[in-house]
């Protein structure tokens, strides 16, 4: 069966997945971007285009198994099989997040300055781990059938700082990425008979409209929790989201990741080997 370059990003309307895309594009891979934000996936979808490159936006909600039947129905009548999926669809929501550490008596009480886990809204937190795990289990299952029948795929998905160790503040999306490196490698064993290589990239600290609320202040200074995170990574920086193009081209490259499968990569600027004492 010929092998077509066919590349599916989820969450392609996004800073690090967009650049991912675009890199695809210009590896003449044809790419399909999807993501919930139509406007998003077709400012991605022109500047391919314009490029000289091939894509499609295709509006998905990567949570719903139909939305993402529906997406593969129209990549494979347009653009062919899915050689490549990148899961990058997921995130996290301010309202599944704590404002503080560690318990506090206040949120016992109707004391709304005090944002802890015992007044969290349990349907936020829900959906913040549903868009992250089901977000890219349901497109690895979809697309997936495609790369077995054909016999040759590469799945990455996207995972965390979160994934190697609990951060504060964001138990939900924790929960979520933990189980996206497991999945991976579980994922990775049980697809390795259909030649398919399953992996995935952790990064670091990457700022993107979200995160850079959570990291400046409306004066453009950094917070206290950015001012952490620096502390904890070595290269005191955050990263610029082609810095994850060199993972991704080796990942996706069969003669010199031929015989990697089932690992997660992380691009941290050495986050993880900084205790910080």
């Known amino acids: 069966m010929d092998i077509q370059k066919v590349a599916v990003v989820t969450g392609a309307g996004g800073t690090l997945c967009s650049e ?11 790419v399909a971007l999807l993501g919930r934000s139509l406007d998003k996936l077709k400012i991605v979808e022109n500047q391919i285009i314009e490029a000289g490159g091939t894509a499609i936006s295709v509006s998905t909600d990567v949570a719903n198994e139909d939305s993402v039947r529906a997406a593969r129905e129209i990549v494979e009548k347009e653009l062919g099989i899915c050689s490549v999926l990148i899961n990058g669809a997921g995130g996290n ?3 599944a997040l704590t404002n503080t550490t560690e318990f506090d008596e206040r949120e016992l009480l109707d004391d709304q300055s005090v944002k802890g886990f015992f007044n969290l809204n349990m349907r936020v937190f829900q959906s913040v781990i549903d868009v992250n795990t089901m977000g890219t289990v349901l497109p690895s299952f979809v697309f997936g059938k495609g790369m ?3 016999k040759h795929g590469v799945i990455i998905n996207i995972a ?3 994934s190697f160790r609990p951060l504060t503040k964001v138990g939900a999306y924790g929960i979520a990425k933990a189980g996206i490196a497991n999945f991976t490698q579980w994922l990775a064993a049980y697809l390795a008979p259909a030649n398919i290589r399953v992996n995935a990239i952790a990064p670091g600290f990457f700022l993107n409209d979200r995160s850079r609320k959570i990291m400046f202040n409306a004066d453009g200074s950094q917070t206290a929790r950015a001012e952490n995170v620096l502390n904890h990574t070595p290269q005191r920086r955050f990263g610029e989201a082609a810095e994850l193009l060199g993972c991704m081209n080796w990942l996706i490259n069969d003669e ?3 015989f990697v499968t089932g690992i997660i990569v992380p691009v941290d600027g050495g986050f993880l080997s900084n205790a910080g004492v």
Request: glycine fraction near 4%; charged fraction near 30%.
């Open 20 to 30: 991912m895309a675009r890199d695809l594009a210009r590896q003449k891979y044809r």
């Open 93 to 95: 929501q301010m309202e």
């Open 148 to 150: 077995a029948r054909q």
């Open 160 to 162: 965390s700082m979160n």
């Open 256 to 258: 010199a990741a031929g």
